[in-house]
Nanobody, 127 residues
Framework: QVQLVESGGGSAQAGGSLRLSCAVS????????MAWFRQAPGKGREGVAG???????TYADSVKGRFTISQDNAKNTLYLQMNSLKPEDTAMYYC?????????????????????WGKGTLVTISS
């Protein structure tokens, strides 16, 4: 059974850092397209960062240069290092996994093809 469990959320001040983790069980992370999404109160879901099997990464313009997605195949864990945090980064953050084609085509950004989702971890950034 595939399971994704996020952790590492919490509160931080603007300019600070947080690292989110997503522990994966039931499959090996580098067999899938892996990604982080977020949803702020009253807003739609946003694809934040995606990583392909070969390690190629893609970011939303809103986080480019501040966030880094990575994965540890030995630990079967996905990470999101978030630096220079802003109040507008406040959201529930979700990790997701899907078909590799979702990464290749870029469709992961809309959630298309991402069949497995965690329950989320809350990030709150104060000014």
């Amino acid at each position: 059974q595939v399971q994704l469990v996020e952790s590492g959320g919490g509160s931080a001040q603007a300019g600070g850092s947080l690292r989110l983790s997503c522990a994966v069980s039931g499959y090996t992370v580098n067999y899938y397209c892996m990604a982080w999404f977020r949803q702020a109160p009253g807003k739609g879901r946003e694809g934040v960062a995606g990583i392909e099997r070969n390690g190629r990464t893609t970011y939303a313009d809103s986080v480019k240069g501040r966030f880094t997605i990575s994965q540890d195949n030995a630990k079967n864990t996905l990470y999101l290092q978030m630096n220079s945090l802003k109040p507008e980064d406040t959201a529930m953050y979700y990790c997701a996994a899907g078909a590799l084609s979702s990464c290749y085509s870029g469709s992961w950004r809309s959630g298309h093809g991402m069949g497995y989702w965690g329950k989320g971890t809350l990030v709150t950034i104060s000014s």
